[in-house]
């Protein structure tokens, strides 16, 4: 992969770095999913996050039970109604995560060059000296000389909230450690990360299947992080298992990548995962500090290519407890947006940080400056490269669409589509301007009753890059022609304008199916 795809389009000025950011109605093309949790769970946080840019609120089961996550859900459509403000919905899995279980949950101070035992009898009390664990194999996969983390978060760039272990000794089920470097732990729960050993455990567990039974069915979960994917039979045994719960046939399955283990095996899970989630978290501490940037930079290029979903995790952690990020952090969000990330993820930041709505915002704006300079016509030889020829129907029509919009400096990209599969590969292409994706609903039955889809296909645009949904009435069929087509044309247009993406004399192209034809329309808006 080589680096010059990542050269910016020259010259920038530097009055334009001096010139203050204009805020629009789409803050961004890159997306940002929220985690909404104790900080950003009200109506008017929520509110407020969706205003700054969220497009997708993240449910992390790793915390809080399934009450908790349903008023907040609650909280979530009162804010979309009052905002008008589209927003999907993540489940993210626990999966086969290691915990120290804190029954007391008193701060537990650990010193540097002292021992502490990891012991699976959760009956006992978590002291400096012992700490009970979830797990009863510990002893069974590690030997003296590995690494452990624990923390609740595990080193954000300060150290004194977790801490790092050397295995020492293994004593019948209990694994005796050397503290590394002295921390409080605190809290009731704290993650524990053995790094690059396999955890004889299932990706999806039982708890995760309950979960999904029932509050994901109730409220028909746009997309499931799958924690720990460490094989692409992880994503197969997802998708089965979801495809047996009605309308969560339609759910997309993210992979998310946390460990060495789904790194060896990263091709073949893109292959079966809808997106792939980089969580750089406990990624970061099983790779060494030097090796993460090459696998941000080689697994986003080959989510690109592939035309999936690429989301990053862990950009911004001091503003958890801080208004502003630290300048590393705003160069590493820009860093994501020039390698071809479609999303940003946001943890603490928002779950439990301090200023959730302001580190949207901060995020958005550094996205959106970073997308003024990214080098889109490298990007679209590129992708064409790699695709290579013959092309197929579909992919000849959507990257056809986006190079006439660039040629003729169109301000908009109407797409109209049923799957959504369209709009998708017309976002491959990362064109310069927002394509709007307009779902058109399809009927469907059961035999029983029937019903419209295209609520799920319009909603799960929301985490690609550039996208911008809008559900069409569904009288009006994808293929129909003449009139109704003129019809749903001027809706989407009136939503352009309102929306401030597009005025008078603007072109706007268009790509849709007129019955067996797709067809690509360039037209100039009048006054």
């Given at each position: 992969m080589h680096s010059s795809h990542l050269l910016l389009e020259e010259p920038i000025r530097m009055a334009s770095i001096l010139e203050p950011s204009n805020s629009t109605f789409f803050p961004a093309m890159t997306r940002i999913v929220g985690t909404l949790g104790p900080n950003s769970r009200s109506v008017e946080t929520i509110s407020g996050c969706l205003k700054a840019g969220m497009s997708v609120a993240r449910f992390d089961f790793s915390w809080g039970d399934a009450e908790f996550h349903q008023e907040t859900l609650g909280n979530l459509k009162v804010a979309i109604k009052s905002t008008n403000k589209l927003c999907a919905v993540m489940l993210d899995t626990v999966g086969p995560e290691l915990q120290v279980v804190n029954k007391s949950e008193h701060p537990i101070s650990l010193q540097e060059d002292t021992l502490v035992v990891l012991t699976p009898d959760q009956d006992k009390e978590a002291t400096s000296n012992l700490l009970p664990i979830n797990f009863s194999g510990l002893a069974k996969a590690v030997k003296k000389g590995d690494t452990i983390f624990i923390g609740q978060y595990l080193f954000t760039g300060s150290e004194t909230t977790s801490v790092w272990l050397e295995v020492t000794e293994v004593n019948g089920e209990d694994v005796v450690c050397l503290i590394k470097n002295s921390a409080t732990l605190a809290g009731p729960l704290y993650t524990l990360h053995v790094s690059q050993i396999h955890i004889d455990l299932p990706t999806l567990t039982d708890k995760d299947k309950e979960v999904i039974r029932t509050w994901g069915v109730c409220n028909n979960i746009d997309f499931l992080s799958l924690s720990y994917t460490r094989h692409a039979q992880d994503v197969r045994h997802a998708r089965e298992f979801l495809s047996k719960l009605g309308d969560l046939k339609q759910t997309q399955v993210f992979a998310k990548i946390e460990n060495v283990e789904g790194l060896h095996h990263f091709d073949e899970i893109l292959q079966e995962a809808d997106g792939i989630i980089l969580s750089r978290g406990n990624l970061g501490i099983d790779?060494?500090?030097?090796?993460?940037?090459?696998?941000?930079?080689?697994?986003?290029?080959?989510?690109?290519?592939?035309?999936?979903?690429?989301?990053?995790?862990?950009?911004?952690?001091?503003?958890?407890?801080?208004?502003?990020?630290?300048r590393a952090e705003a160069t590493d969000v820009a860093n994501a947006v020039l390698d071809g990330t479609d999303a940003i993820v946001l943890g603490a930041e928002t779950l439990r940080g301090l200023y959730p709505v302001e580190t949207i915002s901060i995020v958005g704006k550094i996205c959106s400056e970073a997308e003024k300079v990214f080098n889109q016509d490298l990007y679209f030889k590129r992708a064409v490269k790699y695709v290579g020829e013959p092309m197929t129907h579909l992919e000849s029509i959507t990257s056809s669409a986006v190079r006439a919009a660039i040629k003729v400096k169109a301000s908009l990209i109407i797409c109209f589509t049923s799957s959504g599969r369209a709009a998708r590969l017309i976002a491959k292409y990362r064109p310069t301007m927002p394509v709007l994706s307009v779902v058109i609903p399809r009927v469907q039955t059961n035999q029983l009753r029937w019903r419209f889809s295209g609520a799920f296909e319009a909603r799960q645009s929301l985490i690609v890059r550039g996208l911008f949904p809008m559900l069409a009435d569904?009288?009006?069929?994808?293929?129909?022609?003449?009139?109704?087509?003129?019809?749903?044309?001027?809706?989407?247009?009136?939503?352009?304008?309102?929306?401030?993406?597009?005025?008078?004399?603007?072109?706007?192209?268009?790509?849709?199916?007129?019955?067996?034809?797709?067809?690509?329309?360039?037209?100039?808006?009048?006054?």
């Open positions: 790779l060494p500090p030097e090796k993460v940037f090459l696998f941000q930079k080689a697994a986003v290029y080959k989510c690109n290519m592939a035309g999936k979903p690429a989301v990053v995790t862990r950009v911004v952690d001091s503003m958890t407890d801080n208004l502003r990020p630290t569904p009288r009006h069929p994808a293929e129909a022609t003449g009139a109704t087509n003129e019809s749903i044309l001027k809706i989407a247009l009136d939503h352009g304008r309102v929306a401030g993406v597009i005025k008078s004399h603007d072109r706007v192209v268009i790509c849709q199916k007129v019955g067996d034809t797709s067809v690509i329309k360039i037209i100039e808006l009048e006054d």
